[in-house]
C-alpha cells in the first residue's frame, strides 16, 4: 500500500470512530508516542496493525489508537506522554526517546518500546529476560551497528580520508552512539567531523555543513527524527553528492547509497504484537525484550552510478539487495 493511501485511509478510520463506536463497549486505546511525523512513520504504523491484528485486535474495530507526534521537537515529549495518561490509554507505544518520557510519567501504564540500541544502557529496562516494572519491547540493536556501518561506508570509498556523522544530540542515545562511530573511526586512520540536527529545519543545514567540510561520506546516526526524514535526507545527500548510510531499508529505498541493520517494519509489527498481548492481560514485566537478529545490507546500485562510485564485488556479494 503506498504510504499517502495509508495515510488518507488511517484518517478515514480515524474520523469514522467515534460513530461506529456509539452503543457499543469503548475499545481500548493504544497510546502511540512518537519524535517523528505520522507521514515518515507510515509503514511503521502499518506493521504495528499488523502486528496488533495477529493477535486479534483490529483497529477501529475493537481497538483504537491515539497519536502523538513530536515532529522532531523532542522536548514535546514530557507534555505529549501527560496528555496520554490523562485519556487514561491501556498501553503507551513509543520508540526509545519517547518511552523514556512516559517511563518518566509513569510507573503503572505499560509501556512497549522500539529501541535502537541496548534497553539496559538507555535505562529502559533493567535486564532482558524479565524486565520487571511496565516496559517492554523491541531492541533493534541500530545504534550498535554504527561502527560497522563507519568501515561499510570505508570499504565502499577508500579513498575519503575524512566522514562525517549526522547525530541528534537531543536524543538518549547520541553519546553512545557518537563515542561508537568516534572509535571506529580512529581504528580505520580517519577523521571524523560531527555535524548536528535536532529538528526538520537542521536537516538542509548539516549536510551542506558535511559537505563543506569536504567529507567523503556521511554514516547517520540511529534516530527516529532521521526515520521520518528519509526521503528528504535522500534528496539532499543526492543534491550535495554525498555518499551516506543509514541503519534501514527505506533510506537506500529512497535513493541514498547503503544501508545497514535491521527491518523497522518487523520491529514494529513485534511491538503490535506484544501491545496486543498486554491488552489481552499479560504483563510487560514478565515479557522479555526481543531481540532483531537479522541483519541487512542494501545497496543502490543507481545511486553509487550516480555518484561516480564502483562498488567492489566483495561488497556486492555480501549485500542482501542490489537495487538497480
Same mark, same amino acid.
Do not use: C, F
Given at each position: 500500500m503506498k504510504r499517502r493511501d495509508f495515510i488518507a485511509r488511517l484518517g478515514a478510520t480515524l474520523a469514522a470512530w467515534p460513530v461506529a463506536a456509539r452503543g457499543q463497549r469503548a475499545p481500548p486505546v493504544i497510546g502511540f508516542l512518537n519524535g517523528g511525523t505520522p507521514e515518515g512513520y507510515a509503514e511503521m504504523i502499518a506493521a504495528f496493525h499488523q502486528?496488533?491484528?495477529?493477535?486479534?485486535?483490529?483497529?477501529? #474495530?475493537?481497538?483504537?489508537?491515539? +497519536? /502523538?507526534?513530536?515532529?522532531? #521537537? +523532542? #522536548? /514535546?515529549?514530557?507534555?505529549?506522554a501527560a496528555e496520554l495518561i490523562r485519556l487514561k490509554v491501556a498501553v503507551i507505544v513509543g520508540n526509545s526517546t519517547p518511552a523514556l518520557a512516559a517511563l518518566a510519567a509513569t510507573t503503572t501504564i505499560p509501556i512497549v518500546f522500539s529501541a535502537p540500541g541496548d534497553p539496559v544502557e538507555l535505562?529502559?529496562?533493567t535486564r532482558m529476560?524479565?524486565?520487571?516494572?511496565?516496559?517492554?519491547?523491541?531492541?533493534?540493536?541500530a545504534a550498535e551497528l554504527g561502527p560497522k556501518r563507519i568501515e561499510l561506508l570505508h570499504e565502499i570509498i577508500p579513498s575519503a580520508t575524512t566522514i562525517a556523522a549526522l547525530v541528534n544530540p537531543k536524543s538518549r542515545n547520541a553519546q553512545f552512539q557518537s563515542n561508537e562511530i568516534g572509535a571506529a573511526a580512529v581504528k580505520l586512520r580517519l577523521q571524523l567531523q560531527e555535524?548536528?540536527?535536532?529538528?526538520?529545519g537542521d536537516l538542509d543545514t548539516a549536510v551542506a555543513e558535511a559537505a563543506r567540510l569536504r567529507a567523503g561520506g556521511l554514516v547517520i546516526s540511529a534516530d527516529p527524527l532521521f526515520n521520518a526524514f528519509v526521503e528528504r535526507l535522500a534528496v539532499l545527500l543526492l543534491r550535495y553528492r554525498l555518499p551516506a548510510i543509514y541503519q534501514y531499508r527505506e533510506f537506500? &529505498?529512497?535513493? &541514498?547509497?547503503?544501508?545497514y541493520g535491521g527491518s523497522i517494519t518487523d520491529q514494529y509489527r513485534l511491538v503490535g504484537v506484544y501491545t496486543g498481548r498486554i491488552l489481552k492481560g499479560e504483563k510487560p514485566g514478565d515479557l522479555p525484550v526481543q531481540q532483531a537478529s537479522k541483519l541487512d545490507l542494501i545497496i543502490n546500485l543507481k545511486t553509487a552510478q550516480a555518484l561516480g562510485i564502483a562498488v567492489p564485488l566483495t561488497?556486492? &556479494?555480501?549485500?542482501?539487495e542490489v537495487i538497480e
Open positions: 502486528g496488533l491484528k495477529e493477535v486479534g485486535y483490529v483497529v477501529g #474495530d475493537n481497538a483504537a489508537i491515539e +497519536y /502523538r507526534w513530536a515532529r522532531g #521537537d +523532542y #522536548d /514535546r515529549l514530557p507534555a505529549l535505562g529502559l529496562v529476560n524479565r524486565p520487571g516494572g511496565n516496559v517492554t519491547g523491541v531492541s533493534g540493536l555535524v548536528h540536527a535536532s529538528n526538520e537506500a &529505498a529512497a535513493g &541514498a547509497l547503503m544501508s561488497l556486492r &556479494a555480501l549485500a542482501t
